[in-house]
């Protein structure tokens, strides 16, 4: 009988000898699959420090400007196209996206050129971009790109005095329409009082001098001229003046 216990107790001591050494041989594997798994980075993606989108103003019209456009980056730090170019009246405007005047599509090109027809002439606009699907950039900010005045003004002064001067002012129709009518405008620097015109009719008041055409020489064709004159009273006579000219 003791032989039996005694066979007994080593065969259960020679078990948990096993089972110890199989414990000891599972836990170091165990410990360093849990280290390697936490050890793992988590991959992340970082756009470049570059505009997506680029563009300038590189044409214009009495009533249209041209923008031409560099499509730096694709999704998804930048755009696939075609673009959609918005143009706004002011910057404040073109800052927060409201109101914009006009718009156009490009090309399927990533860089190229667009026309957006339809203006005001001799006005100032900015433009923005954004893609079909509605995502706007939030970086380029361009402008003012101005369409080209319908007439152009210049101003000579022929002779002056102590009291005042006389000068000359040539209308000229830049466009490629006919003008039925002009108005030239500036601002006067100091005391200066319009005292005659002949060749247009003044307008304005103050400071600010204005003269539109008379009954016969409204109506320009593309590239025709006429002039006005006109006595000025000044008590320092302006060393130029610097007209525009519109409708």
């Given at each position: 009988m003791l032989r039996t216990l005694g066979a007994a107790l080593a065969a259960a001591l020679a078990l948990t000898g096993l089972a110890a050494s199989a414990g000891a041989d599972r836990s170091p594997a165990t410990t360093t699959m849990t280290l390697a798994s936490a050890a793992t980075p988590t991959p992340t993606f970082a756009c470049p420090p570059a505009l997506p989108v680029s563009g300038q103003v590189t044409g214009a019209t009495t009533t249209s400007v041209s923008i031409t456009y560099w499509m730096v980056l694709s999704p998804p730090c930048g755009y696939d196209p075609p673009l959609l170019v918005s143009l706004f009246a002011g910057r404040e405007d073109a800052t927060g996206w409201r109101d914009p005047v006009a718009e156009a599509v490009t090309g399927p090109e990533r860089s190229g050129t667009v026309t957006i027809g339809g203006l005001a002439p001799g006005t100032e606009y900015w433009f923005r971009f954004g893609d079909t699907r509605g995502t706007r950039d939030p970086y380029v900010i361009g402008g003012p790109a101005r369409t080209l005045s319908l007439c152009s003004a210049t101003a000579t002064i022929d002779s002056r005095w102590g009291g005042g001067f006389v000068?000359?002012?040539?209308?000229?129709?830049?466009?490629?329409?006919?003008?039925?009518?002009?108005?030239?405008?500036?601002?006067?620097?100091?005391?200066?009082?319009?005292?005659?015109?002949?060749?247009?009719?003044?307008?304005?008041?103050?400071?600010?001098?204005?003269?539109?055409?008379?009954?016969?020489n409204g109506t320009l064709t593309p590239g025709a001229s006429t002039t006005f004159?006109?006595?000025?009273?000044?008590?320092?006579?302006?060393?130029?003046?610097?007209?525009?000219c519109g409708r």
């Open positions: 000068a000359t002012v040539t209308v000229r129709n830049d466009g490629t329409e006919p003008i039925p009518g002009w108005l030239v405008s500036w601002r006067w620097s100091g005391d200066e009082r319009v005292q005659s015109v002949w060749g247009g009719v003044a307008e304005g008041a103050g400071q600010d001098a204005a003269v539109r055409n008379a009954s016969w004159g006109m006595l000025v009273a000044s008590s320092t006579p302006p060393a130029a003046i610097t007209p525009e």
